[in-house]
């Protein structure tokens, strides 16, 4: 079976080892492609760190800090510290000795004319994260926000997404997600090919603006997965009302969607959605999501621990069969 996920960070990196655990035992009868949000990228001291690409490398090829759900384990600081001696910022970022080592690499090999699919792939020879990991794009996409700023001309100025969401803590209002650079970005080399050739799509529980909105914002790739042979299943990242992580809230509010399971998935559509999982706590939402064209089912969300995210896998599979007829 091929299966298909179009990925953001923690909470997509922790679902996605979920499935792998899922997945009938014999590998060659599954393959796993992760299509993996590049929006979060930034550069820092001439490096260029790829937030949620590592994040899913991390996680499911056994690296990652299990408490942050990003960043390596058993991570030293030495290089921060020293950077902060010399007065060079940006100190609310964290970058560990051992995650140097894979922007050095990465930036190395960019610089020597390897696209950024083909680093990742280098990357992944090291980490065996048991799926294809590939970017959104192999172009530069960087998701800024726009916020309020009274000093600045027309009362706002766009901030990186990371230093919106890592030193603002999300606390001022986004009035606008921007994904800089998407328009004139194409789809990785595979990516589109992945999306057609599935037997299932899915969209985890991953932040549905700038993880999975930035994704399906690459030309091509919304298409491509609208168009599909596939059955297109979804799982709300939105848990009673509340998002499961981050500050998914704050960025919904942003494009106008209500922090509620059924909004996420009719934010979604029915053109792009087959099925929608939420949470037995939202099993009240059940009639709106089917009302909308969407199959829904209400099934225990919480990745509480690698099984529990391989239940939701299996309800999310067994929602695709149905669907599939
Ligand atoms: N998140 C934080 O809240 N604080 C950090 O200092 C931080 C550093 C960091 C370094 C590398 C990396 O790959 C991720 C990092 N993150 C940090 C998480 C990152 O902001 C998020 O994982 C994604 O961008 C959102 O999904």
Redesign the pocket.
């Known amino acids: 079976m091929r299966i298909v996920a179009l990925a ?3 909470g997509g990196a922790r679902f996605l080892r979920g499935l792998k655990q899922a997945v009938p035992g014999d590998g060659e009868q599954t393959e796993i492609t992760v299509i993996g949000n590049t929006g ?1 990228d930034i550069h820092l001291y001439g490096l260029k ?1 790829c ?2 690409l ?2 899913v490398m991390y996680t499911l090829g056994g690296g990652i800090n299990e408490e942050q759900g ?2 390596r384990a058993a991570e030293t600081w030495s290089v921060k510290e020293e950077m902060k001696a010399y007065g060079v910022g940006p100190e ?4 560990g000795d051992r ?1 140097f080592a894979t922007h050095i690499v990465r930036t190395q090999m960019i610089a020597a004319g390897y696209p950024l699919s083909a680093v990742t792939e280098a990357l992944c020879a090291r980490w065996k994260p048991g799926v294809r990991l590939l970017p959104m794009s192999d172009d530069r996409v960087e998701t800024h926000v726009l916020i309020e700023d009274r000093d600045a001309p027309g009362g706002r100025r766009a901030v990186h997404f ?1 230093e919106y ?2 030193r603002l803590h999300a606390e001022v209002d986004a009035q606008a997600i921007v994904p800089v650079g998407a328009e004139e970005s194409k789809p990785a080399p595979g990516v589109i090919e992945a999306i057609g050739e599935a037997d299932v799509i899915l969209l985890p529980p991953s932040n549905p603006v700038v ?1 999975i909105g930035t994704v399906l914002a690459v030309p091509g790739i919304r298409q491509a997965v609208v168009e599909a042979e596939a059955p297109v299943v979804g799982l709300s990242p939105i848990i009673g009302g509340a998002p499961v992580r ?1 500050m998914a809230d704050k960025v919904l509010a942003a494009v106008g969607v209500e922090t509620t399971a059924a909004a996420v998935a009719k934010h979604y559509g029915p053109g792009l959605l087959d099925g929608w999982l939420v949470d037995t706590a939202d099993a009240a939402a059940v009639p709106e999501v089917e009302e909308a064209g969407i199959a829904c089912r209400a099934v225990p969300l919480w990745m509480s621990s690698v099984e529990a995210s391989a239940e939701m896998a299996r309800a999310a599979l067994a929602l695709a069969a149905e669907v599939r007829g």
């Open positions: 953001g960070g923690i979060d760190v937030p949620d590592d994040t990003w960043g609310w970022f964290g970058l995650d990371q969401w890592v993880s981050g």
